[in-house]
């Protein structure tokens, strides 16, 4: 099937973020910066909490400046780095940028530290000042850590050392991960071709594959596990220094949403697990197995899967954005005319998908393996959801572009949606309509509830690490198969086996707490459908408003104007109620009576 991958040569310019020679522009770039924050800070450090309106905003224009001249260096050396992660220059490029990166932070981290500390009434005043309504939202939320920052001395080691301490083992659990190859039919691959094998429909192929991704991580148990305990505690002593009651605590934050939210949705979620057990009663019914085991969970039904050309998956994606919104499409568009995607499969390639927003007067970037699966094109049409949301939040300023996580993978599961709901409704033989509709439950499932159990198996290990010291695989491993295994119930059998798999999984090293904004925006965006298809023209063009707020407002005030309100207890179990639809839907597509 190799000649229907499509994807070869669709690869990414990056030259509107630095143009050639690369290397010699950033190192001028960096140099230049660091000039212009010396003169920033010799200009504001001390006085922050004395300045005008008018001074206030001088500030941020210079500092948006400065953020963007080094952000557009990094994300060129990370970006350049992530198409081929095998390449010395490329990562010493990356870590050089880093290294300067880090050290230019620290000489602006006075401005944090005085803003959180000017008194509430003169900042009062100045997020109220009309001047300074661009950066309103920034300003507010900056002054909330103002309870969790430490001196100025302390924040610059911290920052310093935190680039040979957690960057460093994160940047090494990715290079470690990505030269890894993995035994596959009498030669070695890696890991992307190992996983994809868990969706064919053979039973041996799939239990082989698992047994293969199961060795090489066994293989690489102690280095992962090396890894994860040193994040662990490095974790607990920021949490511990910084003052935060628990370890998701600075996460909610970040996300702008509070615990009681979070806390709400992983409860309504777990109350739920009926309806992922349900599901693969069903599944195994239609398997016709006996028994399902953990590497049959992706097993698709015996029908023939559509492929796409890379070409065929632009045109399904471009055409379900247009019927949305045509302005949605245009944005789109860009993607694939200026070469802002990076799509073609090859060694040394960084697996999985993103699009990275970059600087704003540059544009969002997209990396991708694409292979020519349906699932391919919901990715694509995935990632370009968050491309087009990142573009139109570009005008909010270098500040305020990005979105908490929690609205992060909003505009990208609603992409995602209006791709498949156009599918689904020009499929005519039943038979693939119940294969898609599968597919997109076990795609809900996975980013519902599949994240939850995650996080419920981070929250465990977090509490273990603080409680019992240094966790073994093997104390991990037992977390991760039983707060699995709470989520399938008697449905799945998870093998023992599958003990190790906690520890490919990238979010746990990079962004601890991460996962669970994936059941939010998923949760999110089915009660934002519904509100699409009931809500007439009015609601595109307030959808494409909400993206282009980014991230300057908090997500409840986003998300007011679409009719969701986050603190309806009822909102969560509305989404789930969807979702277990859809399985009934699935059953009776299937000729069943329920179950
Ligand atoms: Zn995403």
């Known amino acids: 099937m190799k000649e229907e991958a499509g994807a070869q040569g669709i690869t990414w310019n990056l030259d509107d973020l630095v143009a050639p020679p690369a290397e010699t522009r950033i190192d001028a770039a960096l140099a230049e910066a660091e000039r212009r924050i010396d003169g920033f800070a010799a200009r504001y450090r001390g006085r922050v909490a004395g300045l005008s309106g008018r001074e206030m905003r001088d500030l941020l224009l210079q500092y948006e400046g400065i953020l963007e001249q080094v952000g557009a260096a990094e994300s060129f050396a990370s970006l350049s780095w992530s198409t081929q992660s095998d390449d010395p220059a490329r990562g010493a490029l990356l870590q050089k940028v880093m290294e300067r990166q880090s050290r230019l932070s620290q000489k602006s981290v006075f401005l944090d530290i005085e803003w959180a500390n000017v008194p509430d009434e003169p900042a009062r005043a100045l997020f109220d000042d009309p001047l300074l309504s661009r950066w309103r939202h920034w300003l507010v939320i900056s002054r909330r850590y103002k309870p969790h920052l430490l001196s100025e001395p302390e924040e610059k080691i911290l920052s310093e050392k935190s680039v040979t301490g957690r960057n460093a083992w994160s940047r090494f659990f990715d290079e470690t991960l990505a030269g890894t190859l993995y035994e596959w039919e009498g030669g070695m691959v890696p890991q992307e071709v190992i996983l994809r094998q868990l969706y064919l429909p053979d039973r041996a192929t799939r239990r082989s594959a698992a047994a293969s991704l199961t060795k090489g991580l066994r293989g690489l148990q102690r280095a992962t596990t090396y890894v994860t305990n040193t994040l662990l505690a490095d974790k607990s002593s920021d949490d511990r220094l910084r003052r935060y009651p ?221 409680t019992e010291g240094e966790l073994t695989a093997e104390r991990i491993s037992t977390i991760w198969l039983a707060t699995q295994r709470a989520m399938f119930s008697d449905s799945v059998t998870l093998t023992d086996d599958y003990g190790i798999w906690w520890s490919y999984v990238p979010h746990f090293i990079h962004v601890p707490g991460y996962v669970y904004a994936y059941a939010f925006g998923d949760l999110l965006v089915r009660a934002l459908y519904s509100r699409f298809l009931s809500g007439g023209s009015e609601f595109p063009p307030r959808y494409l408003d909400m993206l282009a707020a980014g991230g300057s407002d908090w997500p409840t005030a986003l998300l007011k104007p679409l009719g969701v309100d986050l603190a309806d207890p009822g909102f969560w179990a509305q989404g789930l109620r969807l979702l277990e639809g859809m399985v009934a839907q699935a059953e009776q597509l299937a000729g069943n009576t329920g179950s």
């Open 246 to 466: 628990g370890w998701i605590s600075a996460r909610n934050m970040d996300n702008q949403v509070d615990d009681a939210t979070v806390d709400a949705l992983v409860r309504a979620v777990t109350s739920r697990y009926d309806v992922v057990a349900r599901y693969y009663r069903l599944k195994k019914r239609l398997l016709g197995l006996p028994e399902l085991f953990d590497y049959d969970r992706y097993a698709p039904l015996p029908v023939k899967e559509r492929r796409f050309t890379w070409s065929e998956a632009r045109d399904t994606v471009l055409a379900a954005y247009g019927r949305f919104h045509p302005r949605m499409a245009e944005v789109a568009s860009l993607f694939f005319d200026k070469r802002w995607i990076d799509a073609e499969v090859h060694p040394g390639k960084r697996g999985g998908a993103f699009s990275n927003p970059t600087v704003p007067s540059a544009h969002p970037y997209i990396l991708m393996s694409f292979q020519g699966a349906t699932q391919d094109v919901m990715t694509l049409a995935h990632e370009l959801g968050h491309g087009v949301h990142q573009y139109l939040a570009r005008e909010r300023g270098v500040l305020q572009q990005n979105t908490p996580l929690t609205m992060a993978e909003c505009a990208s599961v609603f992409g995602e949606t209006l791709v498949f709901q156009d599918l689904i409704s020009r499929e005519k033989d039943p038979a693939v309509v119940l294969s898609m509709l599968v597919r997109e439950i076990e795609g809900s499932f996975a980013t519902v509830f599949r994240q939850v159990a995650m996080h419920r198996f981070e929250d465990a290990v977090h509490t273990a690490r603080r």
